[in-house]
């Protein structure tokens, strides 16, 4: 039987992530309705992606008997009530990044849905990229010997967006794009708490920032350097240096189609489609919505370490809020 998705909202993400559903077997991922505070958006997306319904509510949706797990695509701004909505009526919701604002509303969100005993998670779509995949198997085999030194950038000249620039919208290079490097790093150590944290960068004129570099010091002599920037592009790469060996991502390191292990290159080409994207790499999202899918199937209870803020592992959001409020004391 086929994963039904309801997909809120009709924005760029909610096409980007359709197109990428359409890349996968039919039998397989459906999307059976889309909804948006704007009826008419609604029935356009739905017209152009060939979805039955079309609601012009989130509640309308969140009542649809029909629907296995809500693809939440809306502004972080929003993702704490309309998660909450969809929690409290016992959908599955995978909720596109940030997954909140700060730390407490993540662990708000995150006890709810246990409450509600239903699947939710953050829309990491990184993590289910077979470059990451290949990255984690070498990681668990050892193949580098003793991690380091981690390294991540990501920057991109996006300050006339103005989602990205507004503190009122949730905006600033933390919470858009560095995200991704903090996963990553993240991802390298397990989910394990930095003995320190320092951090220096510039504020936007409208008090977001504009440009940070982090440095995570971890026991052993262990260190993770993030840089992200709303500026400017970079080369956007990434590296995990250990005592035996390196891994490269030369670019798109949020959405890598390649990694080079010491100076070999393993390639690894996205779905194919031929309708315009609004992002980079988009049909990657494919992977993150098969993984769903196997979640599902499996009836996942959620218990990921890494994303458990009650244990005793330092979370994504964690770090985010740590960061966020040294920049916005």
């Avoid at 262990?222 to 400017?232: D, G, V, W």
Wanted: with cysteine; hydrophobic share 40%.
């Amino acid at each position: 039987m086929a994963t039904r998705w309801g997909i809120c909202s009709a924005g760029k993400i909610s096409h980007d992530f359709m197109v990428a559903l359409e890349t996968l077997p039919p039998q397989d991922h459906q999307a059976v309705a889309v909804a948006a505070r704007d009826l008419s958006r609604a029935q356009e997306f739905a017209k152009s992606h060939n979805i039955p319904k079309a609601y012009g509510s989130y509640e309308e949706l969140a009542k649809d008997p029909n629907i296995d797990i809500v693809y939440l695509g809306a502004l972080h701004t929003e993702h704490r009530a309309v998660v909450l909505l969809f929690l409290k009526a016992r959908k599955n919701v995978l909720c596109e990044k940030p997954l909140a604002l700060n730390d407490k509303e993540v662990k708000e969100l995150t006890s709810a849905a246990r409450k509600q005993n239903v699947f939710f998670m953050e829309a990491i779509w990184s993590r289910f990229f077979p470059a990451y995949e290949r990255i984690r198997t070498l990681l668990s085999q050892k193949a580098l010997g003793e991690v380091k030194v981690v390294r991540a950038e990501f920057g991109a000249s996006i300050q006339h967006v103005t989602r990205v620039v507004e503190k009122e919208l949730g905006g600033g290079a933390i919470l858009d794009i560095g995200c991704y490097c903090i996963q990553f790093a993240m991802m390298v150590f397990g989910g394990e708490k930095p003995e320190s944290i320092t951090a220096k960068g510039f504020l936007y004129e409208t008090g977001v920032e504009e440009t940070v570099t982090v440095i995570l010091q971890y026991s052993g002599n262990r260190q993770a350097i993030l840089t992200c920037t709303i500026m400017a592009p970079m080369p956007n790469q990434a590296a995990i240096c250990g005592t035996k060996g390196a891994i490269l991502v030369p670019d798109f390191m949020w959405c890598p189609t390649s990694v080079i292990v010491n100076e070999k290159e393993n390639k690894f080409p996205l779905p194919p489609t031929s309708k315009t994207m609004n992002f980079h790499h988009s049909t990657g999202l494919s992977y993150e919505a098969e993984h769903v899918r196997q979640c599902l199937l499996k009836d996942y209870d959620g218990e990921d370490n890494e994303q458990h803020p009650d244990k005793k592992v330092y979370t994504i959001s964690c770090l985010i809020s740590k960061l966020e409020s040294m920049f916005q004391a």
